[in-house]
């Protein structure tokens, strides 16, 4: 049966198109993984008690009526589906396989959001060692304070994590700020006058952090972890000197980019975007890729955040809607204007906290394992260049790298900057490796009933 | 390594290596396992090197354990249920 | 003065095993590749050294195909000395599943007659029990198999990838982004336009797999090949089940179990269908039912390098000596014969007269 829309994802921008869409008259599915609308940002929301949504703060809180309207819009909502395969021709392939095994969507929408930018350093494989995002997962979702936390690297999130840990009670032992002091200056430039509240935001953010008096080293770099079956310390150097802190609970940030699978599985054109460092797929102004009635909505087009998600997922939804002409061009012009408006608010802050926050581990030292699942060096990289290599197609074949289980997630990016950097080449012009389904790993039983 | 927030849900009592574990109702089997200190669920097939949860929202699969017989499920994409047996995962699958 | 002794234009398996088994006899030679997408069959096979079906109806087929499977062990050797790297060769016997009666027999008939054909390679047909004796895991449905004791299967991205590295140690040039444009016979030698560049060498050999088409009309060659898509479907590492070789599914050194192939003329279209995904499957678990829960962690659809009969081409231009014509569509199985006998004939500038049967001519093809 084919579908007005499939939409994949329902975090932010997957619900709001959902909502838009459902509440005219459209025929909306939405798919996503998880057991509980909300995305990433607004994970177990519809969960979390009173103490939790004052920890986590107005931004979460903010999410229960975003999901109650899409609760009630009438949009089919499939929780716990696995997206496996998205062919040219929008067939849509899940797991578990609810007897139907594919949707075709007259449209489809990718709002898969965001994965945290794999930080590539030593010992950074080590059990104990996670992610900022997963860490902030683990209280969103299951009430979790971590005790004696390590936040090493940069970004809004390692701010926001921390002063979500003093709100609950557990404080962080430490963070390892590895944002670099001399992007200060270039980055203050770039700020217009609509980003001021989030500015606003993020120095309240600094403030509570600095008065629960949490050591706080500025500049770091040479950032590593120690121990041997798990991490038992940090090494990194700050202030003119190398500094060791024990710990066995550290987590590293880097910032976010898209997750980009779905839509290169699809087929869309990617280019890299130089200020964020990282690929985006090529998309217009209402986040149309480049496979026609495929569009792209929230962080999976750009990171813009949450409240930009919002909108975003609104504005394809608009043109959705011409598409499958229930709008005319002027109607769905009309019903984004006051999206279009609020979405240049949200991403005015953009160019301050890309420059601000230029990624710190793009370009590993040579012992780095740079893909965890087949546990490829970036010396291994670099000897693939050596032999001739001229991209992440043949170093995959050469090495493995990205060869495993993840499917190249937690190394794609990092493969295209190392051979980038070795071939003295843009990383645009290295590109990334294709991306084969499926998505996630299903069964060979399950395929063999794929239907 | 993680305490547990007041938290009303229900207690859910699982096995991890045949010893047994509580978590709490609508817990991960990856949120459930760390709540009790176990922070290495596997060895890799590469190389069996130890490793454990990095991302938990299912994009890394370093989570990877062994839940009722089945190999290699994604902890964090697993909610625990009532006497799950859990076992950690040592290099490739049989 | 040309530059080189010998050009081989086309850096995937063909070209990369006659590059290297050059280089190694003292030729200098250059391998123009292009960049990091392109159709590169070398990238997508399924790793067989096969021998157990090849050349039925064309025994110069079988016996070239069998005495690469005995150079194999050679080159293997001789990739592990110079580079290190281990290509896992493996030549413990093929099996070929039949899951009824009816398939069984035309399979033993197909053994009989290629028997007949190309003399005898040890090929017998096992019953279920033997089956299982030789590899405990099959499920109920096997009814039998063919067996040949010569069939083996190794690494093909590593086999790649040491050819390359051999290569340059043998002080070979690999370069890459050489898209070739343009071939100018000039007595002697040729002049290749390649990435904006001029290279001369005294000989040429044409294996650029699908692209060779366009560029043997350029020296007086033919070389009608044609893309054929095999679909294969990868799993995630699992404990070692299966050694030999089969002719559909294959456990590498690595424990990842390859399942294939399919056959589809689809022209360039390197996809995958997940209908043609799903047959594969099925059919796998039907010899293999505990794959039932393996996670399938990658799929693909890669282009197969055909010419109109499935056999090789090996030729030399008549109206420009030097330039030679190289394409198969199994290449890693005879990679052993590219590298140490096609090689050194090539260099010494005349094809043995075994090889005359692979001439182009037999497609009554007119070279331009
Ligand atoms: C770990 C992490 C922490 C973050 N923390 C913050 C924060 O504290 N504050 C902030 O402002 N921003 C934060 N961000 C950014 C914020 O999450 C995004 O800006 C926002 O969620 C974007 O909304 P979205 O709808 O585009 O994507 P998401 O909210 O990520 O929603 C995408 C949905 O798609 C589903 N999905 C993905 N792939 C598939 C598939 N193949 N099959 C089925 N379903 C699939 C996912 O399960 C998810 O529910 C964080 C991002 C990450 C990754
Ligand atoms: S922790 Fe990353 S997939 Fe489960």
Partial sequence: MTHDCVIVGAGPAGMAAASLLARHGADVVVLDEQPAPGGQIWRGIEAADAGLRAV???????????????????????????????????????????????????????????????????????????????????????????????????????????????????????????????????????????????????????????????????????????????????????????????????????????????????????????????????????????????????????????????????????????????????????????????????????????????????????????????????????????????????????????????????????????????????????????????????????????? | MFSRRDDPRAICRFIFEGQPLEAKAGDSVAAALLAAGITQFRTTPATGAPRGPWCLMGVCFDCLVDIDGQANRQACQVTVAEGMAVRRMYGPRP | MAAYDLIVIGGGLVGGAIAWGAARLGASVALLDEGDVAHRAARGNFGLVWVQTKGAGMPPYAHWTRRSAELWPELQHAMTERTGVDVALRQPGGLMFCLSDEELESRAEQARRMHNESGGIGTRVLDRAEVRALVPMVGDRVVGATFCPLDGHANPLKLLRALHHALAGAGGAYLPNRTVTAITPQAPGFVVQAGGERLTGAKLVIAAGLGSRDLAPMVGLAMPVSPLRGQIVVTERLRPFLDHATHVIRQTEEGGVMMGDSHEEVGFDNGTLVPVLRDIAARNLAVFPHLRDASVVRVWGALRVMTPDGHPIYQQSERHPGAFAATCHSGVTLAGAHALALAPAILAGALPESLAPFSAARFHVQPA
């Fill in chain 1, 56 to 451: 986590l703060g107005g931004e979460y809180a903010a999410g229960a009526a975003a999901v109650a309207e899409f609760r009630a819009s009438g949009a089919s909502y499939r929780p716990g589906q696995s997206v496996w395969n998205i062919t040219p021709e929008l067939d849509v392939w899940t797991t578990p396989a609810d007897g139907a095994g594919h949707l075709r969507g007259r449209t489809v929408l990718l709002a898969v959001g965001a994965m945290e930018r794999p930080v590539p350093i030593p010992g950074w494989t080590l059990p104990g060692a996670m992610g900022a995002g997963g860490v902030q997962i683990l209280l969103k979702s299951a009430n979790l304070l971590p005790q004696g936390l390590v936040l090493a690297g940069q970004g809004p999130l390692l701010y926001q994590l921390a002063t979500q840990c003093i709100a609950a009670g557990a404080p962080p032992a430490a963070i390892l700020d590895a944002a670099r002091p001399a992007d200060v200056w270039p980055a203050l430039r770039l700020l217009r006058p609509a980003a001021l509240p989030y500015l606003h935001k993020g120095l309240l953010l600094q403030g509570t952090i600095r008065a629960a008096g949490i050591p706080w080293y500025r500049g770091v770099t040479r950032l590593r972890l120690l121990g041997g079956d798990a991490v038992a310390g940090v090494r990194f150097h700050s202030g003119g000197q190398d500094t060791e802190i024990a710990a066995n609970l550290v987590a590293l940030h880097d910032g976010v980019i898209p997750a980009q699978h779905a839509a290169r599985v699809a087929g869309c054109t990617h280019r890299w975007d130089a200020a964020q460092a990282c690929f985006h797929p090529v998309l217009d102004a209402w986040g149309s890729a480049t496979v026609p009635g495929l569009l792209v909505a929230g962080d999976a087009g750009g990171i813009g955040g949450a409240a930009a998600a919002v909108h975003q997922g609104r504005i394809a939804a608009a043109d959705i809607l011409r598409r499958l002409g229930r709008l005319d061009e002027a109607g769905r012009d009309r019903l984004a204007a006051a999206d279009r408006r609020a979405l240049a608010r949200h991403l005015a802050i953009r160019p301050f906290l890309d420059r601000r926050y230029r990624p710190i581990a793009l370009v590993p030292d040579d012992s780095v394992t740079v893909c965890r699942c087949e546990e490829v060096t970036a010396a291994d990289l670099r000897a693939a260049v050596a032999m001739g290599c001229q991209g992440p197609n043949q170093a995959k074949s050469f090495t493995r790298a990205g060869m495993g289980p993840c499917q190249g997630r937690m190394c794609g990016t990092t493969v295209t900057t190392v051979l980038a950097a070795a071939l003295g080449r843009p990383p645009g012009d290295v590109g990334h490796a294709r991306v084969r389904p499926p998505l996630k790993p299903i069964t060979v039983g399950e395929l063999a009933e794929a239907t």
